[in-house]
């Protein structure tokens, strides 16, 4: 059995969301795999974050507040920064599944791969969904997996860290083009990160859905069968918007706890000491 451990370097990016940043700092602190770095990098916060960062400031090892270019350009600075094995970015308001979880991931193990994914649950507030991981074959499609839901070599980050071409999308253009490098990835089955869905890409899907076809064109086979799938998308995401312009929020809540009737998940749980 293998019983090295090697370290995780945590990365939390955040703009003025001091509350977020609490519940993201409150789950790195009580996680029991002790070794890991917490890496903390703020936009230029104005709202109180700062103080709230100052607060956690015995469980952080690097901690920068400067304006940057963009969400993708702060995780590009906490890569810079990462000394661990592993990297994996958990945004302001995310959190881990449960305290042992990263334990329950190496415990006995030694990954043979570039990349480590696993399942999440979205947090809607009123209620939460179990995100299965898509197939890794299945990526000409769009995202199998959030990002939070990702641990990646930090050795193959550091040289290239993610595209500022991409605002949005970035993340799927860092995984396909690690894909077409033929990287390895494997999926462990179980949940990794609780997720707050009022993230970038769940604001924007227009500018989400331009910025994942342009990714798919660059890597993927744009066969017809391809360019149909994301015309169909196009129209989903549309039509998604016009919803969520026209219907109260219980609404829009309701037809998405429908829709994911089957993989729902009990609410009322502290998100912190969240087991499943």
Not at 54 to 68: C, F, L, N, Q
Not at 135 to 153: E, N, V, Y
Not at 241 to 256: A, E, F, G, M
């Amino acid at each position: 059995m293998n019983d090295i451990k090697p370290v995780i370097s945590i990365v939390t990016v955040v703009l003025n969301n001091a509350a977020g940043f609490r519940i993201t700092a409150d789950s790195v602190a009580g996680l029991d795999y002790p070794f890991t770095e917490f890496i903390v990098i703020d936009g230029g916060s104005i709202d109180g974050t700062l103080r709230v960062i100052e607060e956690y400031a015995s469980h952080i090892k690097i901690r920068v507040s400067e304006p940057d270019r963009g969400i993708y350009d702060a995780m590009n600075k906490g890569i810079r920064f990462a000394t661990g094995e592993w990297i994996i970015f958990m945004n302001a308001g995310d959190v881990f599944a449960n305290p042992g979880i990263l334990t329950m991931l190496f415990k006995g193990r030694t990954w043979n791969a570039d990349v480590i994914y696993a399942d999440s649950v979205a947090d809607y507030t009123r209620f939460r969904v179990l995100q299965k991981a898509g197939s890794i074959d299945d990526l000409w499609k769009g995202m199998p997996f959030c990002h939070q839901a990702m641990l990646t070599r930090t050795t193959i980050l550091k040289p290239h860290g993610f595209s500022l071409a991409y605002p949005i999308a970035a993340d799927f253009d860092l995984v396909y083009r690690m894909h077409s490098a033929q990287r390895s990835f494997h999926h462990f089955p179980e949940p990794l990160c609780i997720i707050d869905v009022k993230g970038l890409s769940s604001q924007h899907y227009l500018q989400s859905w331009k910025e994942r076809y342009t990714i798919y064109k660059t890597y993927g086979d744009n066969s017809a069968k391809g360019r149909l799938f994301y015309v169909r998308l196009w129209i989903l995401f549309a039509f998604t918007r016009l919803l969520y312009n026209v219907l109260p929020q219980k609404q829009t809540d309701w037809i998405v706890k429908f829709r994911n009737r089957n993989n729902n998940v009990e609410t009322g749980i502290n998100i912190v000491n969240n087991e499943f």
